[in-house]
């Protein structure tokens, strides 16, 4: 999968709940805080605050959060990929492009042209 640009992504209810779920998870948010270093995908993945505002999800982004998966172990991994599988479907269901394909690049992972 191509790494898809997303502008003004905004995270319902439903995604926010998923994303806190994926916080919770043991020892993913050092990992993800040492790999990723900074940007957008600290907020969303390792962040504590809340998901308010809208992102802008560059490829750059998306090639650092592939980093950052690699030094997540395995079954910590598995979990993140079943929970944006089942956050994937919700969306397609809703007809939410951008959730989708954001959902879609978490479970997937994406490779650089």
Same mark, same amino acid.
């Given at each position: 999968?191509?790494?898809?640009?997303?502008?003004?992504?905004?995270?319902?209810?439903?995604?926010?709940?998923?994303?806190?779920?994926?916080?919770?998870?043991?020892? $993913? @948010?050092? =990992? #993800?805080?040492? +790999?990723?270093?900074?940007?957008?995908?600290?907020?969303?993945?390792?962040?504590?605050? !809340? $998901? @308010?505002? =809208? #992102?802008?999800? +560059?490829?750059?982004?998306?090639?650092?959060?592939?980093?950052?998966?690699?030094?997540? !172990?395995?079954?910590?991994?598995?979990?993140?990929?079943?929970?944006?599988?089942?956050?994937?479907?919700?969306?397609?269901?809703?007809?939410?492009?951008?959730?989708?394909?954001?959902?879609?690049?978490?479970?997937?992972?994406?490779?650089?042209?």
């Amino acid at each position: 999968m191509e790494c898809p640009v997303i502008q003004q992504l905004n995270f319902d209810e439903e995604s926010q709940a998923a994303l806190e779920r994926i916080r919770d998870m043991p020892g $993913l @948010g050092n =990992a #993800f805080a040492g +790999a990723l270093g900074g940007g957008v995908f600290v907020t969303i993945f390792a962040g504590s605050g !809340p $998901l @308010g505002a =809208a #992102f802008n999800i +560059a490829t750059t982004d998306w090639n650092t959060f592939g980093k950052a998966m690699r030094a997540v !172990p395995d079954v910590t991994r598995a979990r993140i990929e079943r929970e944006a599988l089942n956050q994937w479907s919700r969306a397609q269901i809703a007809n939410d492009v951008r959730l989708a394909r954001f959902w879609e690049a978490v479970h997937n992972g994406c490779r650089l042209p």
